[in-house]
């Protein structure tokens, strides 16, 4: 499933990071890349022991976990602190499909990479190009969202960012590992977790809503690794 979280960060957290940002420093994007995506890629990234890149990554896991479409749709288990990236003058990632495991730095802890997440925080006009593009069975989907949006996909699919000609793209990306490994089990439960949620809204809760309730919790039960 591929899923786009409008306004996970507001305008002013927005503007708060890009301001940590810009004070930053830089590193080649190629220090968390694998063997055959640093071929591919080509941009900044902000180094994982950053204090800018904590401190953001802190305010993104915080709005994460109130964000109830996002909890819903990921059923996220561990999440892979937030990377930083920015791709300037013609900087671009070509074609590539992420890791599947990654050990959060300085800690034993491996993260099976089940969604990727792209978090922008520039807006679209400020820059050319610099489109996310997931390719899946449904065929290519160009993603370009507004500052403090975020797209989440598959981590399987195949994926690249075309080359940024004007201004500069600012994002975070991360992964997570979800409670439910498989994509179809997990959209199947954020179906019919955002039905029962709008049943609720239309009528009060009835043995049927209840029932329907029991089922969902039943099969995430059944489903969820933990
Ligand atoms: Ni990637």
Redesign the pocket.
């Known amino acids: 499933m591929l899923l786009k979280v409008a306004d996970v960060l507001s305008k002013e957290q927005v503007a708060y990071c890009r301001e940590l940002m810009l004070k930053a420093e830089w590193a080649d994007g190629n220090i968390t890349a694998g063997y055959q995506?640093a071929k591919a890629k080509n941009n900044l990234q902000l180094p994982e022991s950053s204090p800018e890149a904590h401190e953001m990554g802190e305010i993104i896991m915080q709005a994460l976990a109130q964000s109830p479409m996002f909890m819903s749709a990921a059923l996220p288990l561990k999440i892979f602190p937030p990377l930083f990236n920015c791709y300037q003058g013609g900087q671009s990632?070509g074609v590539?499909?992420?890791n599947a495991i990654r050990q959060v730095p300085g800690t034993p802890v491996k993260v099976r990479t089940d969604l990727?997440m792209t978090l922008f925080f520039s807006e679209p006009d400020d820059y050319d190009g610099g489109e996310l593009v997931i390719e899946d069975t449904y065929g290519s989907h160009k993603i370009k969202l507004a500052a403090g949006s975020m797209v989440l996909y598959p981590?399987t699919s195949l994926?690249?960012v075309t080359p940024v000609t004007r201004g500069r793209r600012l994002a975070s990306?991360f992964w997570l590992q979800s409670m439910i490994a498989s994509d179809e089990k997990r959209s199947i439960l954020y179906d019919m977790d955002t039905a029962i949620q709008s049943l609720r809204q239309q009528v009060d809760d009835s043995p049927e809503i209840i029932q329907l309730t029991g089922v969902y919790h039943n099969l995430l039960r059944q489903w969820a690794q933990t």
């Open positions: 995506s990632f590539h499909v992420d990727s981590s994926h690249r990306f």
